[in-house]
C-alpha cells in the first residue's frame, strides 16, 4: 500500500513537477537566445551605420581635399565597404538566427560568438600596427608619402574603432552569459566518441 501511495506521489507531484521545470527551462532558455540575438543585430546595426557614415563623410570630402587627406577619406571608404558587407551578412544572420535552440546548441552557438569576437579584437590589434608601420613607413622620400600616410591613419582610426566595437560587443555577449549561468550548470565536458565534446547532465 505505501510504495503505491509512493508511485501516486510521483505521478500527480513529480513528473508533472519535473516536465513544469523542463518546460519552464525551454522558456528561459528561448528568452536567452532571443537577447543574444538582440545583442547581434544591436552590433552589427552600429557597425553598418558607423560604416555609412564613413562612405558618405569620405566620398563628399574626398572631393574637396587632397594629399595626406585625401587619401586617409579614399581608404576610409574602401575600408567601410567591406564592413558594410559584413554587417549586413551578419544582420541577416542576426534576424534569421532561432530561438528555439536547445541548451547544447546554445551553448556552442554563444561560445562561438564569443570567440570570434576575441579573435576580431585581436586582428583589429593588426590592424592599427599595420597603419603605424605605413604611417612610419611614409617618411622615406623614395615612397608615395600621401597615400601611405593618409591609409595609415585611416587603418588606425578604422583599427581603433573595431577594437571597441568588438571588445564591447563581447562583453554584452558575455555578461548576458553570465546572468544567465543557470541555465548552463548541468553542461559538462567530457571525452565523447569522435573527441573531446559538451553534454548535458540531466
Known amino acids: 500500500m505505501k510504495k503505491i501511495k509512493f508511485l501516486l506521489f510521483l505521478g500527480f507531484f ?3 513537477g519535473s516536465l513544469l521545470w523542463a518546460q ?22 552600429t557597425l553598418g551605420s558607423w560604416a555609412l557614415g564613413n562612405m558618405l563623410l569620405g566620398g563628399i570630402m574626398r572631393t574637396r581635399t587632397e594629399g595626406v ?3 586617409f577619406h579614399e581608404m576610409n571608404i574602401y575600408w567601410n565597404a567591406v564592413n558594410l558587407g559584413l554587417a549586413g ?11 528555439d535552440l536547445g541548451v547544447l546548441a546554445t551553448w556552442q552557438e554563444q561560445a562561438a560568438t564569443e570567440k570570434i569576437l576575441l579573435f576580431n579584437a585581436g586582428l583589429d590589434v593588426g590592424y592599427i600596427l599595420g597603419g603605424l608601420y605605413l604611417t612610419e613607413r611614409s617618411r622615406r622620400p623614395e615612397v ?21 566595437f568588438d571588445v564591447s560587443l563581447y562583453l554584452a555577449h558575455h555578461q548576458h552569459l553570465k546572468n544567465s549561468r ?16 559538451m553534454r548535458y547532465q540531466f
Do not use: C, H, W
Open 14 to 16: 513529480a513528473i508533472p
Open 24 to 45: 519552464n527551462a525551454g522558456l528561459d532558455l528561448a528568452n536567452f537566445n532571443q537577447k543574444r540575438l538582440q545583442i547581434s543585430k544591436a552590433g552589427m546595426i
Open 69 to 71: 587627406t585625401q587619401r
Open 89 to 99: 551578412f551578419g544582420l541577416y544572420a542576426a534576424l534569421r538566427g532561432q530561438s
Open 144 to 164: 608615395r608619402q600621401a597615400t601611405l600616410k593618409g591609409f595609415g591613419r585611416s587603418l588606425m582610426l578604422q583599427g581603433a574603432f573595431l577594437l571597441v
Open 182 to 197: 543557470p541555465l548552463f550548470e548541468n553542461l559538462q565536458l567530457g571525452m565523447m566518441e569522435g573527441g573531446l565534446g
